[in-house]
């Protein structure tokens, strides 16, 4: 079993659904899964409490790294194994884990398609050309993401430049509408261009006279790596495809 969002679509990526006890109940809600919601809602959803995961007595735990001390403790003095997963900063980092997980369930030979998949989708979306426009990823609201994150190498293996950077960006930061002004990227990626926060800064910088291309880049796409990655950068490669003509 798992007990957050990003161990879920990695067991459900790896392992057949016959092995499955149960995965978060995060992933069991819109604004916090990377797995479709039909797929996610066919599996037993828990908090990830010690009393909901020794009832179930599973023989590994997909755990995080941030999952409380006490929790882990109790999960141990009752023999479970456990396993801790951080949240990767890279693709290198993201193909690592998936070997770990993998090797974990005995599932190796699922554990190298994954891989393949996903160094699949990374050498597609390649660019053809040598433009790279700058992009800036909206995470939600006015929450933009910059710096060395998996998802900034994920814009630059798509052949775009970071504009979080202009900002001195170095994780998920808020970014306001006035210091957007400054340093206009031409590409803006957000999960909900229609929300009221979207459209406010699409209206000043429409008013400033700036001709920014805005995209769509799902919320299920920012969460996590691992499987993701493919997905995110598929949809990374059709937007610039758009942009670069």
């Given amino acids: 079993m798992s007990t957050n969002p990003c161990a879920d679509q990695l067991l459900i990526a790896l392992a057949p659904p016959r092995r499955i006890a149960a995965i978060s109940h995060y992933s069991q809600e819109a604004d916090e899964s990377s797995i479709p919601l039909d797929v996610a809602r066919r599996y037993r959803g828990i908090a990830g409490t010690a009393e909901e995961v020794i009832a179930l007595k599973p023989d590994l735990v997909l755990a995080s790294s941030f999952t409380p ?23 290198a980092a993201s193909r690592e884990q998936i070997r770990t997980v993998a090797a974990a369930l005995g599932e190796r030979v699922a554990g190298d398609a994954l891989i393949a998949r996903i160094d699949g989708a990374v050498a597609a979306a390649a660019p053809k050309g040598a433009a790279r426009p700058s992009a800036l990823l909206f995470i939600s609201g006015n929450l933009a993401s910059g710096g060395p994150t998996l998802l900034g190498e994920m814009l630059g293996r798509a052949g775009f430049g970071d504009s979080g950077r202009a900002f001195g960006l170095t994780q998920s930061t808020p970014l306001s509408v006035e ?20 459209s406010l800064r699409r209206e000043i910088l429409g008013k400033a006279g700036y001709r920014v291309v805005e995209a769509r880049f799902p919320r299920a796409l920012i969460n996590c790596g691992g499987p993701t990655i493919a997905d995110a950068m598929t949809r990374l490669a059709a937007i610039r495809a758009k942009v670069v003509r």
């Fill in 69 to 91: 001390n006490d929790t882990l403790a109790a999960y141990r003095r009752l023999g479970l194994k456990v396993l801790l997963l951080d949240s990767p900063t890279t693709i």
């Fill in 179 to 198: 210091r957007l002004l400054a340093h206009p990227p031409q590409v803006i990626l957000d999960p909900d261009p229609g929300s009221r926060t979207a």
